[in-house]
């Protein structure tokens, strides 16, 4: 049986950190580091409450930057807070890197977690037809883009595709 090891997330937010062009600070390394070891996306109260001795503006400060160099998202929510998550998704050997492509969310209705749904086919939300498996069939990008033509009319060209999925997550589901 081959033992699996917790990946370091401190080591793999100092390395996300610096292939970037951000200042790898403390502040970014522990905010990133707790999004990457978070299940769900984080609002800023529950980093707050993780990192107890950060103060409110460095974390304000720390997210920003972050989301900024596309290290971590920002999810809005109905209730009006802002959730976070870095994104990651395991790659071979179990290393982890930065996700920057576009995904959707899960969000329960009930307790207001959020979670990313990482494994959303990427040809889906592809621009142009070259990323298409099958050339007689539109991405989803494609078909959105007819509907909101044919909506909106002529001229209108989407850039972002924000899909969010609402319902019980299992521990609600489960009670």
Excluded: W
């Excluded at 081959?2 to 937010?13: G, I, R």
């Excluded at 998704?89 to 290393?95: L, R, V």
């Excluded at 909506?151 to 521990?171: M, N, P, R, V, Y």
């Amino acid at each position: 049986m081959k033992k699996t090891t917790a990946p370091d997330f401190l080591a793999l937010a100092e390395s996300q950190l610096r292939t970037t062009s951000v200042r790898a600070t403390d502040a970014r390394i522990k905010v990133l580091a707790a999004l990457l070891s978070a299940r769900y996306a984080f609002s800023h109260q529950d980093i707050q409450d993780t990192l107890v001795d950060m103060d409110r503006v460095t974390l304000y400060r720390a997210l920003d930057s972050l989301t900024d160099a596309g290290l971590a998202h920002k999810i809005a929510g109905d209730d009006r807070v802002f959730r976070y998550n870095a994104g990651t998704e395991e790659i071979a050997h179990g290393t982890h890197h930065a996700q920057q492509h576009q995904h959707g969310h899960f969000k329960c209705t009930r307790c207001a977690k959020v979670f990313c749904i990482d494994n959303i086919d990427e040809k889906l939300l592809a621009t142009d037809a070259k990323h298409n498996i099958n050339p007689s069939t539109a991405t989803l990008r494609q078909q959105l883009q007819k509907v909101l033509q044919s909506t909106l009319g002529k001229g209108f060209q989407s850039h972002e595709i924000e899909l969010t999925i609402k319902g019980l997550c299992a521990d609600c589901a489960a009670h």
